[in-house]
Nanobody, 117 residues
């Protein structure tokens, strides 16, 4: 179990940017896979991006080229830089760690991202 706290969400106009942060309660050096998920009202939670400890990243097709996931092990923090935001990016965003083949069931508070004029 790891305690994660998301922050950085807010209201932004289309085309704007936000940087989300995910602060872990302890060292993330031993965590192989971390990721950002999002959930919009009436929809299932979906995986947005993952980052592996070796630096590899993967993104949902709809966010490729716009979002960048990163991690700072020294700060025990993961980030999601979101640029060129679209209304369809509106959702609650959550970070999580992958334990074996599954994501941890200990979800954080999430941070709301609303893209609207």
């Amino acid at each position: 179990q790891v305690h994660l706290v998301e922050s950085g969400g807010g209201l932004v106009q289309p085309g704007g940017s936000l940087r989300l942060s995910c602060a872990a309660s302890g060292s993330i050096l031993s965590i192989n896979v971390m990721g950002w998920h999002r959930q919009a009202p009436g929809k299932q939670r979906e995986l947005v991006a993952i980052i592996i400890s070796d630096g590899r990243t993967n993104y949902l097709d709809s966010v490729k080229g716009r979002f960048t996931i990163s991690r700072d092990n020294a700060k025990n923090t993961m980030y999601l830089q979101m640029n060129s935001l679209k209304p369809e990016d509106t959702a609650a965003y959550y970070c999580n760690v992958r334990l074996g083949s599954k994501w941890s069931d200990h979800w954080g508070q999430g941070t709301q991202v609303t893209v609207s004029s």
